[in-house]
């Protein structure tokens, strides 16, 4: 949930407490002080640019946060996925932190272009360069991300970016 600016893990209980009076809210707020399993986030970015894109740099500032594969203890999977457009580009939800290989598009394949830099911690921006491979968006075009966090994630994500290359 984005919650104080930032992207969190759901634990925190939004019903009037009224401790001391301070805290006011509407009735029916939600508890999400125990919620368990996975919980997933989406976004769309769009092509703002006038050429065609293959890739892209991600650009992750938060706090206590590593980039992986696959979703476990505290850390968080991210995914992307070109939906289908006009010239049939779909791709599957492609991992970031997985290397990308040629022609492989579908879910849980990878989509990263280099090394990989995991560890997303305060007062640093971690880059990372995510392909497409052959697959491409247009002038305009969107494709999804897709961010999963497991019920041990501590960590938050304070700013995410696309800078087109």
């Known amino acids: 949930m984005v919650y104080d600016e930032k992207l969190v893990y759901p634990k925190v209980d939004f019903r009037d407490v009224n401790e001391g009076g301070l805290i006011t809210s509407p009735s029916g707020n939600p508890d999400y002080s125990s919620q368990t399993g996975t919980k997933t986030f989406y976004r769309i970015f769009q092509n703002n640019t006038t050429s065609t894109q ?3 740099s991600l650009q992750l500032q938060g706090d206590g946060t590593v980039l992986s594969e696959s979703l476990s203890a505290t850390d968080i999977k991210i995914s992307v996925k070109i939906p289908n457009t006009a010239e049939n580009q779909t791709t599957g939800f492609l991992n970031v932190s997985k290397s990308f290989e040629t022609d ?3 879910d849980g394949d990878g989509a990263l272009s280099g090394s990989l830099s995991s560890t997303i911690s305060s007062g640093n921006t971690t880059t990372n360069t995510v392909a497409f491979g052959v697959k491409y968006l247009k002038p305009s ?3 999804i991300m ?3 966090a497991d019920n041990n994630w501590t960590g938050y994500l304070s700013n995410i970016e696309i ?3």
């Open 141 to 143: 075009e969107y494709f």
């Open 104 to 106: 492989q598009y579908s």
């Open 146 to 148: 897709k961010i999963e």
């Open 54 to 56: 293959q890739q892209f």
């Open 163 to 165: 800078v087109w290359s």
